[in-house]
């Protein structure tokens, strides 16, 4: 069964904690996203990968680092530094950047307590 | 720099019936394409439709179409015959290079 999961589904944080949310894809896609999502809001750019050990800074990249050592495989690390991170977090895959369909894995809910 | 607009954030439709989603979008670009992504309770983000701007044959899945307006700049999404599961969140997106999503419209589906 192809597709992209995310773990965990629901994840609560300690302010001054860094968290890292899993997303794995079996697609065969060359880049993947991680975006965010606040209530009532559409989706904002975080980082993206286009390919193996490159990322590129999305919209909204401070207080976040990814990583990209596999190409199934895409960890979003949100550190102490971002000031707001409670929020829904979805990633996502293609088959290239650009114009290709971006497939969305089930989303993790971040809460900083 | 490009934007994506939905001018309706809450719509209702009795079950059975049609109902329009508006979008629309400003870019200089000629070639990009334009999706309609469905975001229901469990927040999946599920792809709805596809459109590539060079083609003048507007996109259909089923019971979902849209009517796409390159010179108006114009995309919306009809759902015919409404069913209780089409109750989501509905997103427009444009793609020229980076996904920019619009901010939402919320539909329900009345029995």
């Known amino acids: 069964d192809g597709g992209i999961t995310q773990s965990p589904k629901y994840l609560f944080r300690k302010e001054g904690q860094n968290v890292t949310l899993s997303c794995e894809q079996n697609?065969?896609?060359?880049?993947m996203y991680w975006y965010r999502q606040d209530p009532g809001q559409g989706l904002r750019l975080i980082y993206y990968?286009?390919?193996?050990?490159?990322?590129q800074k999305g919209d909204i990249a401070e207080g976040y680092s990814v990583s990209r050592e596999k190409k199934e495989s895409f960890p979003l690390t949100v550190t102490s530094a971002q000031k707001n991170p409670t929020a829904f977090y979805l990633c996502?895959?293609?088959?290239?950047?650009?114009?290709?369909?971006?497939?969305f894995g089930p989303g993790t809910r971040l809460t900083v307590l | 720099a490009q934007t994506v607009t939905q001018s309706q954030p809450e719509m209702s439709v009795q079950e059975a019936e049609t109902v329009t989603l508006s979008c629309t979008y400003d870019?200089?670009?000629?070639?990009?394409?334009l999706f309609w992504y469905k975001q229901p309770p469990s927040r999946q983000m599920i792809l709805v439709i596809r459109?590539?701007?060079?083609?003048?044959q507007n996109a259909t899945e089923n019971r979902f179409s849209v009517n796409f307006q390159k010179a108006a700049k114009s995309f919306s999404l009809k759902i015919s015959d409404s069913q209780l599961g089409d109750t989501a969140m509905y997103f427009c997106?444009?793609?020229?290079?980076?996904?920019?999503f619009g901010q939402g419209t919320e539909l329900s589906v009345k029995p």
């Open positions: 996502a895959s293609s088959m290239g950047v650009g114009t290709d369909t971006q497939y």
């Open positions: 697609l065969n896609h060359d880049a």
């Open positions: 990968s286009q390919i193996v050990n490159d990322f």
């Open positions: 870019t200089s670009e000629n070639n990009y394409y």
């Open positions: 459109q590539e701007a060079y083609k003048q």
């Open positions: 997106a444009f793609q020229g290079g980076k996904l920019i």
